[in-house]
């Protein structure tokens, strides 16, 4: 054994080097009175100098708090103060984020139109600026038919608010309730008082306040639609690129199909309340219907809205019918029953069939869930989202589920 190169008094310890506080001796069982004493953190005290390790002046760390109770629930407040801080951000910035999915929705709904453009041999910023400038003017002429009537309308009712209120005194009920609680002497010691200026001014800086927010909001959705429009396709490219490459192109595939989706249900919408609002606007001049042009717009616009906008344009125009005459307004309900029914069971299907494809079910739901999470807002959003939740079910859960 003597040409292995070790000598006789070498051993483990030659090869590999004491540790410190080990000596060359075997050492004493931990239970002998020879072993040294260990603290409860595993420390040697006679490694200390003056009681503390060498390598840590400031002592040995204590125990781990990870079983503590304090620090548990400690983690647990923190974690609620965190996710209620996240909560009220987000209801802060509630109005912020609606104008950007809009935003998006409107871009998203747009595009087909842009493309179809492009595919005319038009650069894709000349074909931008004619679709949202054809946005543009759909809004000019929607205020320029709304606000004067309005405005004709409101001048006309202050000028014969005097001759109304005439009336209502020489009314007898009116007469008699005024001589048993003397209201209009109330009435006039309410507008010598002052109360009433004030709180006209205070609803005229309500109303306007109203108007400035709801211009702003406009004018925020129309630059971001802009912007959302012309970087529609590097956006898609962007978030394609956060998913994993060997799933990317699958993504990319269900990405696509989904706005093409969107996008044709904004523009089917789109078509469908044009027809509505011509329809609606050849039929109300035909009837000789005061601010045909208005009502018209009106219609188209709540046509937009899903299960009920139709209704309300249907009953607002007419209501304006009724006014001109009972066999208008008997008239105008009679053509928007027939024209509801042609719109749901034949223009409808003709422009939807062959780019959202959604039954009937989940369309009621969908409209119904938008517009009780978001209003307006969410019952638009709702049919198109059913129909992406609809294609993903379709593609990847039925299938995932029916390999297991």
């Not at 983690?75 to 509630?94: E, F, K, M």
């Not at 949202?132 to 205020?143: D, N």
């Not at 004018?219 to 060997?246: H, Q």
Request: glycine share 10%.
């Amino acid at each position: 054994m003597s040409d292995s190169g070790l000598s006789p008094g070498s051993g483990i310890s030659s090869v590999f080097p004491s540790l410190p506080g080990q000596g060359e001796t075997t050492p004493e069982p931990a239970g002998s009175p020879a072993a040294p004493d260990r603290s409860r953190d595993g420390a040697n005290p006679q490694d200390h100098d003056h009681g503390m390790p060498p390598d840590r002046p400031f002592g040995l760390p204590g125990r781990p708090l990870r079983g503590n109770p304090f620090m548990f629930g400690l983690t647990g407040a923190l974690g609620v103060l965190t996710a209620w801080l996240l909560v009220q951000a987000i209801a802060s910035a509630g109005s912020a984020m609606v104008l950007i999915v809009v935003s998006l929705f409107l871009a998203i709904g747009l595009n087909p139109a842009v493309e179809a453009l492009q595919r005319r041999n038009l650069s894709r910023r000349l074909s931008i600026t004619i679709v949202f400038g054809s946005v543009i003017a759909f809004f000019v002429v929607f205020g320029l038919a709304v606000v004067p009537p309005l405005t004709e309308q409101t001048t006309g009712f202050v000028r014969q608010l005097p001759d109304y209120v005439q009336q209502l005194q020489n009314h007898p009920v009116i007469r008699s309730v005024d001589e048993r609680y003397q209201v209009l002497d109330k009435i006039q010691q309410y507008v010598a008082g002052g109360g009433l200026a004030t709180q006209m001014f205070g609803g005229l800086l309500g109303v306007a306040s109203i108007v400035i927010s709801a211009l702003f909001s406009a004018f925020t959705l129309l630059v971001l639609t802009l912007y959302f429009l012309g970087s529609l396709n590097s956006i898609k490219e962007t978030a394609y690129r956060f998913v994993p490459r060997s799933r990317r192109t699958r993504v990319r595939l269900l990405g696509d199909e989904i706005i093409n989706q969107i996008g044709g249900y904004v523009a089917g919408n789109l078509i469908i309340s044009l027809i509505a609002g011509v329809v609606t606007f050849l039929f109300l001049s035909m009837m000789k219907v005061p601010y045909a042009l208005a009502l018209a717009i009106f219609v188209a616009v709540t046509d937009l809205i899903p299960l009920v906008g139709a209704v309300i344009g249907a009953v607002v125009a007419s209501g304006v019918g009724f006014l001109s005459s009972v066999q208008v307004g008997i008239a105008c309900v009679v053509f928007f029953v027939v024209y509801q029914q042609v719109e749901n069971y034949w223009i409808s299907p003709k422009v939807f069939k062959s780019s959202v494809d959604v039954p009937p079910v989940a369309t009621i739901v969908g409209a119904l869930l938008g517009g009780a999470l978001l209003g307006i807002v969410g019952a638009l959003l709702g049919i198109p989202l059913a129909a992406a939740l609809l294609l993903l079910a379709r593609e990847v859960v039925l299938p995932r589920q029916d390999r297991l």
